[in-house]
Nanobody
């Protein structure tokens, strides 16, 4: 059974930093691209960032470029999202998603891919 467990969300002030983690099990983690997606209250799920299965190629949505960094540690079956320069608009539930690399694929097939239960990030003064 595929299991994705996100952690690391918190309440932070604007300009602050957080690192999210996603522990994966139930599948061969190193075989799959992974993404972070998020959903703010009243808004639809949106893709944030993706990394290929080898970890040597990453992609970011424009609104997080230069602020967020996605990475993976296949020895720990864990995906990370290091977030800096957090803004109020980054407030959302963040999910990791198996098998998705970029926005185009997510927009077409995202609903067919597993994601975890999420971790809440709240950016507020």
């Amino acid at each position: 059974v595929v299991r994705l467990v996100e952690s690391g969300g918190a309440l932070v002030q604007p300009g602050g930093s957080l690192t999210l983690s996603c522990e994966a099990s139930g599948f061969i983690f190193s075989n799959f691209a992974m993404s972070w997606v998020r959903q703010a209250p009243g808004r639809k799920l949106e893709w944030v960032s993706g990394i290929n299965n080898r970890g040597d190629s990453t992609d970011y949505e424009d609104f997080v470029k230069g602020r967020f960094t996605i990475s993976r540690d296949d020895s720990k079956n864990t995906l990370y999202l290091h977030m800096t320069g957090l803004e109020v608009d980054d407030t959302a539930m963040y999910y990791c998603m198996k098998g998705v690399y970029n926005r185009g694929y997510f927009n077409t097939f995202g609903t067919q891919h597993e994601r975890g239960q999420g971790t809440q990030v709240t950016v507020s003064a």
